[in-house]
């Protein structure tokens, strides 16, 4: 009992001390809207109607730019898919698209809406993302903003547009791209933010996988997961991208058009909201219209994006054409500023999460040392099974004389760690697809299964492995004893007999001492990782 408190507290001051606490109140946020009409209309003084959704044939082309990273002096060739309104004449207002996460080209991406806006007068410019060496997580969004004011520069030189009406599209992700663009270019005319992420990296993925945990039915353990991920330092494995300043007034200093799903389950819709709001107040700029929508998810679609030919929400793409065609022409809107759906949120965005080096370096630490245990007990637990087919083959006797019990006893515990280690990388795996799922639109499992009863499992299976490594430890002392080594000074020639295997404590051989201590090792990082994701919190 002693060994076994000892141990067990060991794991559970870990888990303790590794805990990362994120203030997530107040819960069930709301912002009604001042109608639940959202079309958008204008005081027309032009003399004439204005463009609408087909108004005009579309006509596109294609040109190369080549977009240098400065960091780095890579250069991407990207491809530019031009779309022009057939027989509009010159004067034209411009709109570049800005991609949100993943790898969409020209060909892939914005396509109906692109077109939609074409149709309506505007020249559209859709790019290959610039991505250059960058991965999902490494993003050069300084970088990128470059690119896209390349663009927007090139529209801007059409004889047939008018380059104080170039504007921006951009979604998800790119709104952190589109701060840094209006800081660069403070001339654009107008953006649509489709679901913008308003705050930092860390901030906006910390609420999203917090709040997605909860919506696929996870346990609260697997959600503690999340604290001690978005608390890491990421600069210390060369990712800088986790504390963006990106919550500036310069970046809602313009005419912007915000447009939010009530199925998204990415974006902290009432606070991003109230966010912009203040800063656009802060920066002079009262000209922000809120659209919200319904049924609509992450990237303003209907259903799960998954499936091809999704459509957009009912209403969408005729409200922010007509006001993209309205604010260009520069009318007073008339229409109410904030409509559509009432906004929610189900828990506050965690602003308290930072950058915790100790936590980071400990966490490598026993992740690196884990995975390095773990391999050493492969390759010798490998050798051990050819060692042993070896020795039955030629009948040399016991390949690695475990004695009293203990070769069972490792292989059993040994099992049962890596068993109960399979069993939570499950869980976690399905709770990653649960999230995917809903991202793409999806709804959410009525029996979230493993993802909830996983966890109170695995927490009791590692109580019941450290109660049976105590009573090997326990077995193992007595052993000593009787052979004179837990004594101090040791009996004279104690240490010489365990060592030569006259009197073994372990096994007659010493691969087989080797293989238990190895292994033991082994076990003992599996439970401190189980321990430092929270797993010995009761």
């Not at 809406?113 to 490494?138: N, Q, R």
């Not at 609260?220 to 990421?234: A, C, N, P, T």
């Not at 189900?346 to 950058?355: G, R």
């Not at 499950?426 to 999230?435: N, W």
Request: include cysteine.
């Amino acid at each position: 009992m002693p060994i076994f408190i000892i141990l067990l507290g060991i794991l559970v001051g870990v888990s303790h001390i590794t805990a990362v606490s994120a203030n997530i109140q107040p819960t069930g946020q709301t912002m009604s809207m001042l109608t639940g009409d959202t079309s958008v209309t204008f005081n027309n003084t032009t003399g004439h109607a204005l463009p609408s959704v087909g108004t005009y044939k579309v006509t596109q082309r294609y040109i190369t730019l080549d977009a240098k990273r400065p960091s780095t002096g890579e250069i991407q060739h990207i491809r530019v898919l031009i779309r022009e309104p057939k027989g509009a004449g010159s004067n034209r207002p411009g709109v570049v698209f800005m991609h949100g996460a993943g790898y969409g080209t020209c060909d892939n991406s914005f396509g109906d809406v692109a077109y939609s806006l074409s149709s309506a007068g505007f020249v559209t410019a859709v790019i290959d993302k610039p991505i250059w060496s960058t991965t999902d997580i490494t993003r050069d969004y300084p970088a990128s903003a470059k690119i896209y004011d390349q663009t927007i520069n090139y529209l801007r030189s059409l004889k047939q547009v008018n380059a104080a009406k170039v504007g921006i599209y951009a979604t998800s992700e790119s709104t952190w791209i589109s701060s840094y663009l209006l800081r660069l270019d403070p001339k654009v005319a107008f953006q649509v933010l489709l679901s913008p992420m308003v705050f930092s990296p860390r901030q906006s993925l910390g609420f999203l996988a917090s709040q997605d945990f909860t919506l696929v039915g996870a346990h609260s353990g697997y959600q503690s997961i999340v604290r001690r991920v978005f608390d890491m330092d990421g600069t210390l494995f060369g990712l800088k991208n986790f504390d963006l300043d990106i919550e500036q007034p310069a970046a809602y200093s313009i005419p912007t058009f915000v447009a939010y799903g009530s199925k998204d389950v990415m974006t902290a819709q009432v606070e991003g909201a109230r966010e912009i709001l203040d800063l656009a107040h802060r920066s002079g700029n009262w000209d922000v219209t809120i659209r919200s929508y319904p049924v609509a998810n992450h990237v303003l679609r209907l259903g799960n994006e998954a499936d091809s030919g999704t459509g957009f929400a009912d209403d969408y793409v005729k409200d922010m054409v007509s006001w993209s065609v309205g604010t260009a022409a520069g009318l007073e809107q008339t229409s109410e500023r904030a409509a559509g759906t009432m906004l929610y949120q189900s828990i506050a965005v965690p602003k308290d999460l930072h950058a915790d080096r100790g936590l980071t370096l400990y966490g490598a630490w026993i992740h690196i040392a884990m995975v390095v245990t773990l391999l050493l007990t492969l390759m010798i637990g490998i050798v051990a099974l050819i060692r042993k087919i070896v020795f039955m083959i030629r009948r040399k006797g016991p390949a690695l004389g475990f004695k009293y019990g203990f070769g069972g006893a490792l292989l059993t515990l040994t099992i049962t760690t890596l068993a109960t280690f399979l069993l939570f990388c499950g869980g976690l795996g399905q709770v990653v697809m649960g999230i995917v799922q809903l991202a793409w639109g999806g709804a959410p499992a009525e029996n979230p299964g493993m993802m909830f009863w996983s966890w109170p499992v695995i927490q009791v299976v590692c109580t019941l492995v450290v109660w049976a490594w105590s009573r090997v430890f326990t077995r193992l002392i007595e052993v000593m004893q009787t052979r004179g080594l837990a004594q101090f000074p040791p009996r004279k020639g104690a240490i010489g007999d365990v060592v030569s295997g006259r009197e073994p404590v372990l096994a007659s051989t010493r691969f087989a001492r080797v293989l238990f201590w190895v292994t033991a090792f082994a076990m003992f990082h599996v439970l401190l990782f189980f321990a430092f994701w929270g797993l010995f919190i009761y």
